[in-house]
């Protein structure tokens, strides 16, 4: 497979990693228990709320690539390195560090979209997937810290 088409896979199951991500935050969210709910809830709608907007601009930059986005659950769960999780209660510790180390799935896969797009000089889907990364370093960075 040569590199265009490649990157555009690797985009596609990022958009696939981020919807079961956020239906993961949402499992969190809704069966989250524990004196830390107070102070984990309000955050996981802004996370859920980050990851909405990193859907939207992934996908439409594949559009702006004239490719299409994935756009269903049966593709997302082919495709993705995150695992689903069964819906039950949720302690503050369980819910980090689950997020915690999602996020480092997600780093990862970043950072093969990154070398992939350095290859074809694809500056725009580097900023906007280095924006991202950034992001997601600072998020391990305080969850890794919360848990220690």
């Given at each position: 497979?040569?590199n265009?088409?490649?990157l ?53 930059r ?87």
């Amino acid at each position: 497979m040569d590199n265009r088409k490649e990157l555009i896979l690797q985009m596609n199951k990022f958009i696939g990693d981020l919807h079961i991500f956020k239906t993961k935050l949402h499992n969190f969210h809704w069966n989250l228990v524990g004196e830390q709910f107070f102070v984990l809830h309000p955050m996981l709608d802004e996370i859920m709320a980050e990851v909405d907007l990193q859907i939207d601009s992934v996908a439409e930059r594949l559009l702006m690539k004239k490719e299409r986005p994935f756009a269903s659950l049966d593709v997302y769960l082919k495709h993705t390195i995150l695992q689903e999780l069964e819906s039950k209660a949720y302690n503050s510790r369980e819910a980090v560090s689950a997020i915690h180390e999602d996020f480092k799935l997600l780093l990862t896969e970043i950072n093969i979209i990154l070398k992939l797009g350095e290859t074809l000089d694809d500056q725009e889907t580097l900023a906007l997937i280095t924006d991202i990364g950034a992001l997601y370093q600072k998020h391990i960075w305080m969850f890794g810290a919360w848990l220690a």
